[in-house]
């Protein structure tokens, strides 16, 4: 039996320039699934992304999928691209086992928390008050390239890091301490500063963007003390529940989120295209 792609509509063409197209999965001129491919809006035109992939109940555990997704990949470097993303819920065991068998590498996870109507108190002797305007203009130019460096860390191009950098900053805090839906905090304790929380929305949720303590302050309980603030601060703003993005490979950062009670809803995955 031979497994193919059959587009169902034109290759779509946005006004930014992504690209993106819908096709049958079809075994024998059968149609079994479907799968939507586009380039990624983040990465630009190199880079594509799996939008969906669905195989009817009947036609699963057959292999369909797994040739869907090679033959996807093949459209894509058609394309040009030379990387490809897949975003796979935690509730999709099957897709998450499909995307490592692929050789897809995961790069980091969507968390999530439920919460509460009370907030939490902060250990005896912390406080958080807002960022100045100073300590604003230092912490960003050195957040900007720390997120940068995250992203090359986990094969994404230098020039496309930092263009990423870049564009979600401006995007994000386009005023500075000042910008519509942002809370950024600096966390003090006994008077000494010991980290900063950047808070804000995303999807309706509390998001927290960062999460840092001071290098002399780590290893002392500091970063539960932040947490423990964007949730006060998201229950205040009347927020039902808190997310954030850990990169893989953080592992006390992870240790913390779980400890917390927090929970992977979003697997975020790559693979480079040769």
Known sequence: MTTTLRPIEPLQRETDGALSRRYQVCVNSRPVGAIHLGTDPTFGDQVAKILDLRIDERDRRRGRGTVAALAA?????????????????????????????????????????????????????????????????????????????????????????????????????????????????????????????????????????????EPAHRGRGHGRALMLLAEAQAIAAGRAAISLNVFAGNSPAERLYESLGYETVTHHMYKDLL
């Not at 805090?173 to 839906?181: K, N």
């Open 73 to 213: 990949e093949e459209v894509a470097r058609g394309w040009g691209c030379r990387r490809v993303e897949a975003s796979v819920p935690d509730d999709a065991p099957a897709a998450l086992r499909l995307a490592t068998a692929l050789c897809y590498v995961l790069r980091n996870r969507r968390m999530d928390k439920v919460l509460g109507a009370t907030p939490p108190e902060l250990p005896a002797g912390s406080r958080g008050r807002p960022m100045t305007e100073t300590e604003f203009e230092v912490w960003e130019a050195a957040g900007r390239q720390s997120y940068a460096e995250s992203w090359i860390a986990r094969g994404v191009p230098t020039a496309e890091a930092h263009a990423k950098a870049k564009r979600d900053h401006e995007l994000l805090l386009p005023r500075g301490v000042a910008s519509e839906g942002v809370t950024l905090t600096v966390l003090e304790h006994e008077g000494d500063r010991v980290g900063i929380l950047w808070l804000g929305s995303r999807e309706g949720l509390a998001f927290v963007y960062k999460v840092e303590t």
